[in-house]
């Protein structure tokens, strides 16, 4: 046997030119037990305390394992997460990176990535209308920073929002005034982990009212605005949401903006998911109104298939990044040292910062602007195929929300509970509902034990429903029919057995 | 041609199997400028307004463009950084991970993944005598939790710190007592960022004195302590450093302890660098007294050559990861789903989490408890070898600080200012002083222009010194001899034509 790493790197090869793609192959599903004893056939997924070199025939066992046993995000049929299909070249890219393993932290420790850094923040910029078209494609100064993650980019650019509030709050902590943020009711929980890090506290979050669709009431929030002022409190921030998790809703972001411009609030604007729209002439309008925000964050990750992780946080004003989070440690950030002020380490709360960004520029350049465009016209195309399908299926499929992106939200009904109420939800009786609460569970359970799909689920309304979401190129009209069928095929079985 | 992402993955694995190592392949330094003209070859580093889809042949001439000016930091000359030689089967582990392309949030999205993370942290763990040895090698709940670096990790733990003192700070936000907390001003910036973000402000963070070598001075910080509380203030917190960044000193575990015990502080031990003296039966002693402390980090992409990133946060009470840090999102932490008792991503601030840990799993496997400890010992071997050729230098070199680890801080000196003043840099006269500070960072851009070495200065003591640290088991005496003599032959160089 060759050296382990090759063995290793051609067996990651061969998957991503030719992943799992047979109708069953979605999942092959196992308890912890069932893992536990798999691997004791390689080598054991514990570590012992003393733990012996196991030998290279062992090692590759349990890199088969690791394989047959992993989710299957590239599959047509796993619909579960807002990532899927990852982009094999940004696979590459991510390797790549790895393998030059270096800190994005400085320009000295990483020169190319950090002018990559700076392009690709500049043309997210430009689309996002943070930048004028004509602004240099390779800033000293981009505006914004890469980011593990989108919770940590909401993290930061509400610190960013609280600094711009109260430049001291870097020195001096916090002040005593109960701020307050807000968000839809259908917002991402980040905001709310967010507040309890920053010492804020989840009660200093005002959940606003969203529609039927998930987009955010302006009227509620300019009334919990007004509310939130009158007893005392202080509002500092508003997070609108393009791309809601669950709906993909877009909260109207210049009605937003509006709000925030009447009260001197921080418009950070929350598209880690919807945030994609923006490569789309088609759909870019959902986000109208981006270019008035103070932050955006968008994840690369999620849509456009870049491997975990790649997120851009986006601030209309990049000099007071480093004034916010600089931690000028002399042995790092040194202006005697060459080319210092690209270094995007002071500007950031991390030091050391793993290589996300040539994924990202080498796919960009891969694909050119109008591939992206066509990943997302793509995805929305699936959607409203599926959306189509519900409509047509003659009851047997209820559309829980309109929806009208990526996502889509419906129930399995079965025949006798037909035809679905004109209410909506609310019109279930009791007994349906909880009948009907009951099925999807069971449902992705099977999916799960056969392989045949991965599709998340979750209560809205009040009620457990399907959520299927596109984003994989791979996904055809086919692996729709496909799910849909399953749906119905376990939905009977599940639901017969269970009465 | 073949398809791009193979051209690519193969010119990744040729780079892994084959590094640069020739002497002047430690780095290609290129300015800026230098940079995008020669990207004009092959394609742009700037993305235009529209971006056009550029061939295969462009995009690699990029790719090997990337290559070739990137920082080669598995170069056993590469001695600039506190990571360096990445192991290969860390590398290819990682590789894996990205192509699986998943999160690590949640068992049925990460099933291998999700086990391997409890074997790791239990093992680590118990490495830190916060687990019995007879612990279950993959518990449900295990002491810690990955994170996407070290900074991040200090970040959760002083909020763990924080919840501590006041439970109910998740809800209704920090109280106003004025929170103080305590670290060398040898220790890491992460405390003075941390405490910006966490909203207590800079000035809450004591910076403690510590000896000749970095480590803290238990009496200043007992000192500290009192002060702090007679002004009405809160001491919360004790950050103890395992390994400070610029001499690899390690603070004193078992003295701090005995403070944080008397006045109940928490104590959160930095051993981002050295924590990975636990694996090696010799130097362990360094980190006596861990096991009495309420948090550890631990960057194993550090000492330990994973790729970046891979840090654990070890926590002595893993029940309140969750009531710290959770954030509820019931379209993805469900309890009807299976098996989700083991879920992480409700017990840590991040959503979607890269999977970090198979790389480490498997270099663990590859190498066994024996050849991490290995690793370890070399490094202290080569820094030994060192700090032996600097004693034994006739004055040609002066040691700054004595060291004992990994780290060697030194001046060059040129022969007319020889000997080196017994005072060491106090006793220096001020135009001397102002000589030898200007030494490093000429002799660093000679090296970085030749591509002979990558070494890293600061001041240390007021002047500008040079540190060499070790963790590459690829270095060996002939590199640090050359990088030795590079240092005094560029020394003399500039040192004549400055005068």
Not at 72 to 85: D, E, I, K, M
Not at 413 to 435: F, K
Request: aromatic share 8%; proline share 6%.
């Amino acid at each position: 046997m060759s050296r382990l790493e090759e063995e290793v790197a051609k067996r990651a090869l061969a998957y991503v030119l030719n992943p799992p793609s047979a109708p069953n192959d979605v999942v092959r599903y196992a308890s912890p037990d069932q893992l536990v004893a798999a691997f004791q056939t390689a080598t054991a997924l514990g570590l012992e305390n003393d733990v012996a070199a196991a030998d290279n025939q062992a090692l590759m066992a349990a890199v088969d394992l690791v394989v047959k046993h992993s989710i299957h995000t590239s599959h047509p049929r796993f619909l579960n997460q807002n990532f899927a299909g990852p982009d094999p070249i940004s696979v590459v890219g991510d390797w790549l990176g790895a393998a030059l393993n270096t800190t994005g932290a400085t320009y000295e420790a990483a020169p190319v990535f950090t002018l990559m850094e700076s392009a690709t923040l500049s043309k997210l910029g430009r689309l996002a209308g943070y930048l004028e078209p004509a602004a240099d494609q390779l800033p000293t100064l981009p505006p914004g920073l890469f980011c593990p993650g989108g919770s940590t980019a909401t993290l930061y650019a509400l610190q960013l929002a609280r600094h711009r509030r109260q430049p001291d709050i870097v020195t001096t902590g916090a002040s005593a005034d109960r701020l307050t943020l807000f968000v839809s009711d259908a917002g991402h929980y980040a905001a709310t982990k967010s507040a309890a890090l920053l010492g804020l506290g989840t009660n200093a979050v005002v959940k606003v009212a969203s529609d039927n669709n998930g987009a955010i009431e302006p009227a509620a929030l300019r009334e919990a605005v007004a509310r939130s002022a009158q007893a005392g409190k202080v509002p500092f921030a508003v997070i609108a949401t393009a791309g809601t998790t669950v709906t993909s809703a877009f909260d109207d972001i210049n009605a937003v903006a509006d709000i925030c411009q009447e009260h001197g609030l921080w418009l950070h604007v929350d598209g880690c998911y919807g945030g994609s729209a923006l490569f789309s002439p088609k759909h870019r309008h959902l986000l109208a109104g981006v270019e008035r925000s103070d932050s955006f964050v968008w994840n690369l990750h999620k849509m456009m298939g870049m491997t975990q992780q790649c997120t851009a946080l986006l601030v209309k004003d990049p000099t007071q990044l480093a004034a916010c989070f600089a931690g000028q440690a002399d042995y790092l950030f040194q202006p005697d040292k060459l080319y210092a002020d690209y270094d995007s380490g002071d500007r950031t709360f991390q030091c050391a910062r793993r290589i996300d960004v040539l994924k990202l520029w080498l796919s960009w350049k891969y694909h050119g602007d109008q591939g992206n465009a066509s990943r997302v016209d793509h995805a929305v195309e699936m959607a409203d195929y599926t959306r189509g399908c519900i409509a047509a299926s003659g009851g047997e499929f209820a559309a829980i929300v309109p929806g009208d992106f990526t996502n889509v939200v419906f129930a399995w009904v079965p025949s006798e509970l037909r035809p679905w109420p004109a209410e909506g939800v609310p019109g279930l009786e009791p007994a349906t509902h909880t009948r009907l609460h009951a099925l999807p569970p069971k449902i992705k359970a099977r999916m799960q034990a056969e392989g045949t799909a991965m599709v998340g689920f979750q209560p809205v309304h009040g009620l457990n429903s399907f959520r299927l979401l596109y984003m994989n190129p791979a996904v055809t009209t086919a692996d729709i029919d496909a799910v849909l069928d399953r749906i119905a095929e376990y939905g009977r079985a599940s639901d017969q057995s269970s009465r």
